[in-house]
């Protein structure tokens, strides 16, 4: 009979799958670069440095293209639970700023895949559909909306998604 609880088990296994994560994933980005060399016939001294150099590069820009999303998620939210205690969003009890938070990052992350990975059309028109139906959905309803911001905003939004374009949009 082991001594170790099946809890500790658990938690060690999962702290092992956390730290290995990193490494598998610099290594299936070095293999990959080893059979696209073998692929294009490419020496093997470099198909040997191009798979150490993308290895080192997963290995080091996940970590820091993950801490600038964490940044950019908690930007989103401080700007989210603002808009509450100025009045913008709805204070009652179902409103609640990490769910809001979520939403729209979810809604940017569906933009970026249906415009310029599938090239949908009509999918930033969805977009800006969707963030208004997220918008009236957490809005206080004794707010007005002040009509010369808001046009400003839709512009300066719909210039800044204009490099998604996709075709027949």
């Known amino acids: 009979m082991s001594s170790i609880e099946p809890d500790a088990v658990g938690l060690i296994v999962q702290r092992v799958c956390e730290y290995l994560q990193p490494v598998l994933n610099a290594i299936l980005a070095g293999v990959m670069a080893l059979l696209h060399g073998a692929y294009r016939n490419v020496g093997i001294r470099r198909r040997l440095l191009n798979a150490a150099m993308c290895a080192l590069l997963a ?10 999303v964490r940044t950019w998620l908690a ?20 409103t609640d ?7 729209i990052h979810a809604l940017i992350l569906a933009l970026h895949y249906e415009a310029r990975f599938l090239k949908t059309p009509g999918s930033i028109a969805r977009a800006h559909a969707g963030f208004d139906n997220i918008v009236a959905r957490y809005s206080n309803q004794a707010s007005t909306v002040d009509k010369s911001i ?11 998604v204009s490099k998604f374009k996709t075709p027949k949009e």
């Open 59 to 68: 290995w080091t820009v996940r970590d820091a293209l993950a801490g600038s």
């Open 75 to 94: 930007a989103m939210h401080r700007a989210v639970v603002q808009s509450i205690e100025a009045g913008h969003l709805s204070a009652d009890a179902h």
């Open 97 to 103: 700023a990490s769910q809001i938070s979520f939403e």
């Open 150 to 160: 808001a046009k400003p905003i839709s512009k300066s939004l719909s210039k800044s």
